[in-house]
């Protein structure tokens, strides 16, 4: 049981050592643990069930639903534990109504798999009806596409139309041939019994019409068979490219379609409308619940524990901060000490330098001078004696 609660105060988000010291507070967190846990879990279900739906196949609904079942619990518990409760309400929930808005559309796209779900036999008709529209409309559009069909079984009906024609005719004057042979008066008879001249005639007419009903049989019929048989080759071309628009007609019970459907039926029946309503809202109350329950529920000695370890932190922190703040100016002014006080050695030295320089430099022009003066007079010397021997 110890473990249990303990995993639902991780799934809640809590902070489990402050937690444990607060023991008021441990059963509400167990409440927001499992209702962000079991929110996970139907999250995971609805996308198991809208891959499926997709793909058909289990081991990518299962794969893809324990997936989206973690991202779903673990976002969950990032909302639910980032919610900190302030001493002014307001503050509260102007901190929670972007995540309130989150919920709502996690639970809006939580539900609609399961929606599909528990409307599914309904969803089915819907889509079957569906199919057989779009099954209908396919042969009107391969009618349409395939004129030659039309066109041939107007010329073979007109073709039976002659010979039928003829063969009325053929019928009429073998009738007044018989009428003539056995002396039944009419407009066109004799009237007398007997093969006479009259008779002899019908029999030519007769035999006349015979041969005009054969010929026009034998060229009809064998026009109507070679007609027969291009629509038969065009049928089957017809059924060939039918049989593969109904597989793609077969296949349209996807989740797009299903959602369609759904669309339709909500449009339809009130009764459907108002259920399908009802079940968002019932996803969108569970998906609500943790951050709601966080903001109904009274300040307690755990939201207490824990702004004081955070505030702990905080000091700590500014301490920290401003200790190594202090350290390091304490660490440029020696800095800027020791620079001043090199640079100041540098600039001695430097003007001691050119002391040196400057009193070496006129010594030495000193001499040089002296050296001059002491050679300019030498050389007068040497005139004057050279002077006093001419």
């Given amino acids: 049981m110890e473990k249990v609660k303990a995993f639902f105060w991780f799934c809640s988000g809590a902070n489990m ?6 023991p008021t507070e441990t059963n509400k967190y167990v ?5 962000v846990f079991f929110t996970g879990v139907l999250a995971g279900l609805s996308a198991g069930y809208a891959l499926y739906t997709v793909f058909e196949s289990w081991y990518f609904a299962v794969t893809f639903g324990l997936v989206w079942g973690v991202m779903i619990f673990n976002l969950d518990r990032f909302i639910v534990s980032s919610m900190r409760k302030k001493e002014r309400s307001w503050a509260e929930w102007k901190l929670a109504f972007p995540r309130l808005l989150l919920a709502v559309f996690l639970a809006m796209v939580i539900s609609k798999p399961l929606e599909l779900k528990i409307f599914e036999k309904e969803i089915n008709q819907k889509v079957g009806e569906q199919k057989v529209v779009e099954m209908q409309e396919a042969k009107e559009n391969l009618g349409a596409a395939f004129p030659e069909i039309v066109r041939l079984e107007r010329e073979n009906q007109q073709l039976r139309d002659e010979i039928a024609a003829k063969a009325t005719f053929r019928d009429q004057v073998q009738k007044e041939y018989d009428e003539e042979r056995f002396g039944i ?4 008879t004799t009237g007398v019994v007997g093969l006479g001249s009259n008779a002899k005639k019908k029999e030519e ?14 060229r009809n019929w064998a026009k109507i068979d070679e007609n027969e048989r291009e629509i038969a080759a065009v049928l089957a071309r017809k059924q060939q490219v039918f049989e593969k628009q109904q597989i793609s007609i077969d296949q349209l019970d996807g989740l797009a379609a299903r959602m369609h459907a759904l669309s339709e039926l909500t449009g339809e029946s009130q009764a459907v409308y108002l259920a399908n309503f009802f079940i968002m809202l019932l996803f969108v109350a569970m998906e609500t619940a943790p951050v709601l329950v966080k903001l109904m529920a009274g300040r307690g000695p755990y939201d207490q524990m824990l702004d004081k370890s955070e505030r702990a932190v905080k000091v700590y922190a500014d301490e920290y901060n401003y200790k190594n703040q202090a350290e390091s100016t ?8 020791v620079i001043a006080a090199e640079t100041l ?15 070496a430099e006129m010594n030495l022009l000193e001499k040089r001078i002296k050296d001059a003066n002491e050679l300019k007079g030498q050389d007068k010397t040497e005139h004057q004696e050279e002077a006093i021997k001419d």
């Fill in 17 to 22: 050592a402050i937690l444990k010291k607060c």
């Fill in 31 to 35: 409440g927001i643990g499992g209702t």
């Fill in 185 to 188: 008066k009419t407009p066109g």
């Fill in 205 to 218: 007419q007769l035999d006349a019409a015979q041969q005009d009903l054969e010929r026009m049989q034998e």
């Fill in 330 to 337: 304490s660490r440029i002014r020696v800095f800027d000490e």
């Fill in 345 to 359: 050695s540098l600039i001695k030295k430097k003007l001691h330098r050119n002391e040196v320089l400057t009193e």
